[in-house]
């Protein structure tokens, strides 16, 4: 071997290894930007779905609680109202409650009773049961809606419930046989003080709230310590695909460049024939197919490492430069073409790659225009973005899932569209430029035409 090539050789093999090295800190950089963004959506969809239930449980219990205690003051207002304004002390033989109760319920209950004319006039009123109502007190209850049998009132000492019934004044005289009443009809309003009950409520209302409030931090800290361990095995899958894309798009590139190179020199011996074209019509599309997966596995490894060369540039001139260049091949293919491009619009990005997202839309509208069918690209400006719509004519696209549009690999009836080149990778390599600018693309179909839409911040 002479000198010479055992110096290339030597610089091929250094050459590798810094190459090798290269990639290897670019996966590292990657795989730990990769593990961040995925253990933050991890960690928020965890934390997300634990705080709905516990506000589910907090708000289901609090209004069982509340619907609970309120249903017991209705329930101890009337039996009152049916006791003629007093609680008997033999309460338990006559009525069943839905709620415990026990030998205090008399007691601890606070009440008291206004008796009203038909005039509503006061004729009496029972502050037995009550310690904080007075005299002066009573002008406030007794202005209190006369229409209504039942209701809520709050003054500076409390909150009270009442409930108001029309009584005849024999059933009255039973109970306040000193009163002086007559037979005609009377209204009889029993007033309950529910502020202990409400306080109560009050109380472990705020506890539930604390309560899950801190359930959901620790679940929190929890979901945050050992989210590494839940998305493990995510992160490795993904980062075998995505190395093994990469290294096979380089080891494939030297074998099909050695078939070929013989496939030519075949030709140039022996001549052109169906299978050398056959053969080199093949290596053509898989090095088609090598080359845009090496380049989408570089967009997504730019954009995970923020690296991409941008520049300001005018997006109008080159949006008309690329749709212009599409307009011979669909004329020639009996369909339409059609461009309303609004000038001056300047973007902030990488050329290339938004000059590559251009080409992607219109190729794919091309490709899939109906016959006789028209291609439109328009480009405007909205607020504070550019807005790119390429649209063509697709009669059978209302069954379509667009949704699916920008899944790598990706062909919609690919049964139909087989005589169709491409690979299905052209729209998600659009959809990984448009998110390292920071945009948006959507597709969509109306009227006979699908419509893809780009959004890019100016």
């Known amino acids: 071997m002479f000198p010479e090539q055992q110096v290339t050789i030597h610089q091929c093999r250094h050459y590798h290894f810094r190459r090798g090295k290269r990639q290897f800190h670019a996966v590292c950089r990657w795989g730990k930007r990769m593990i961040r963004k995925l253990r933050k959506k991890f960690i928020l969809i965890a934390s997300g779905a634990i705080l709905i239930i516990l506000a589910v449980v907090m708000v289901s219990i609090n209004l069982v609680t509340y619907?609970?205690?309120?249903?017991e003051i209705d329930s101890i207002l009337e039996f009152i109202l049916d006791n003629n304004g007093r609680m008997p002390m033999d309460w338990h033989r006559k009525e069943n409650f839905l709620f415990h109760v026990n030998q205090e319920l008399p007691y601890e209950t606070r009440y008291f009773s206004m008796i009203l004319d038909d005039c509503g006039n006061l004729v009496m009123t029972d502050y037995e049961h009550i310690a904080s109502v007075s005299d002066e007190d009573i002008q406030e209850f007794i202005l209190t809606d006369s229409k209504k049998n039942a209701g809520r009132i709050e003054t500076s000492d409390g909150i009270y419930f009442y409930q108001r019934k029309q009584i005849s004044g024999e059933d009255l005289c039973e109970t306040y046989p000193d009163a002086g009443l007559t037979d005609e009809s009377y209204s009889l309003t029993i007033?309950?003080?529910?502020?202990?009950?409400?306080?109560?409520?009050?109380?472990?209302?705020?506890?539930?709230i604390l309560s899950s409030i801190f359930c959901f931090l620790v679940f929190f800290v929890l979901v945050s310590v050992f989210s590494n361990r839940a998305i493990k095995p995510t992160i490795e899958a993904y980062e075998k695909q995505k190395r093994f894309i990469t290294d096979a798009g380089h080891e494939l590139k030297t074998p099909l460049a050695i078939i070929s190179a013989n496939t030519e020199v075949i030709e140039a011996m022996d001549g052109k024939s169906e299978w050398t074209e056959s053969i080199l019509n093949q290596v053509r599309r898989l090095s088609g197919l090598v080359a845009d997966l090496i380049t989408l596995a570089r967009?997504?490894?730019?954009a995970e490492n923020e690296n991409l060369t941008t520049e300001e540039f005018d997006f109008s001139a080159?949006?008309?430069?690329?749709?212009?260049s599409f307009r011979l091949v669909v004329t020639q293919q009996g369909k339409q073409f059609s461009s309303e491009i609004a000038g001056g619009i300047t973007l902030k990005g990488n050329m290339?790659?938004?000059?590559?997202l251009v080409s992607i839309l219109t190729d794919n509208a091309v490709k899939y225009c109906d016959?006789?069918?028209?291609?439109?690209v328009s480009l405007s400006a909205q607020k504070k973005n550019a807005v790119l719509a390429v649209t063509n004519d697709y009669k059978d696209g209302e069954t379509v899932d667009y949704s699916k549009f920008f899944d790598r690999f990706y062909r919609e009836d690919s049964s139909r569209n087989s005589e169709k080149h491409g690979y299905g990778i052209g729209l998600s390599m659009a959809e990984s430029i448009v998110s390292i600018h920071k945009g948006k693309i959507s597709a969509g179909f109306a009227d006979g035409k699908i419509t893809f839409t780009v959004l890019l911040p100016i």
């Open 67 to 71: 619907a609970s205690t309120i249903s």
């Open 191 to 208: 007033f309950m003080d529910a502020t202990n009950r409400l306080y109560r409520f009050q109380n472990m209302q705020l506890f539930s």
């Open 299 to 302: 967009l997504e490894e730019s």
């Open 318 to 324: 080159k949006v008309k430069e690329v749709a212009e």
């Open 352 to 356: 290339k790659s938004l000059h590559e």
């Open 371 to 376: 016959d006789n069918g028209t291609v439109s």
